[in-house]
């Protein structure tokens, strides 16, 4: 199939900034840093698993993120009813994020991705980062600004992962 052709700006996160600012920064330059990851790959490409037992896949990193959008900012912050399911996992298949890709349509899924991150634009818009989430989490009450930093660590952390296996795919390293 296909190549992804998508051509991603990442800005740098401005060195100073106000702290609203600042982790929105940061947040979107993680979401760009995993779309170039995936920029200029094949569907099959996308899907090339690790290393066996792992199911982790660069298009399942994608699945995976619009489902932690999803929930963090629709779900959690604003209180939406999102459903018992995600958008590719159920309570039967928990993971099914990572492991379902081998039929899916990774044009279809950097599409719901997209559009998850420009809901949870949406959500958190002009919140005050005091502002608590309308559901809480385990129990517990949570913030705008727990969130962020939450999502920043999330992204980055799977970049990480974006990272080795972008270069198993084709031996493309870098930021």
Not at 36 to 46: F, I, N, R, V, Y
Not at 85 to 114: K, M, S
Not at 126 to 145: H, Y
Request: charged share 25%; glycine share 6%.
């Amino acid at each position: 199939m296909a190549a992804m052709t998508t051509t991603t700006t990442r800005i740098d996160p401005p060195m100073t900034a106000d702290e609203p600012a600042m982790l929105t920064a940061w947040l979107d330059y993680h979401r760009a840093t995993l779309a170039l990851k995936c920029e200029g790959l094949t569907d099959e490409q996308l899907k090339l698993r690790s290393v066996p037992p792992s199911t982790l896949s660069l298009l399942g990193l994608v699945r995976h993120m619009a489902e932690v959008e999803r929930y963090w900012f629709r779900t959690v912050l604003a209180g939406e009813d999102t459903g018992p399911n995600g958008l590719y996992w159920t309570r039967e298949d928990p993971d099914g994020d990572f492991d379902n890709v081998d039929g899916a349509d990774a044009a279809a899924d950097f599409a719901a991705w997209r559009a998850e991150v420009a809901a949870a634009r949406a959500a958190s818009e002009g919140l005050p980062l005091e502002t608590v989430a309308k559901r809480d989490r385990r129990g517990e009450q949570v913030t705008l600004r727990w969130i962020l930093v939450h999502m920043v660590e999330e992204y980055a952390r799977h970049n990480g992962h974006a990272d080795l296996l972008r270069e198993l795919v084709d031996g493309v390293t870098g930021e």
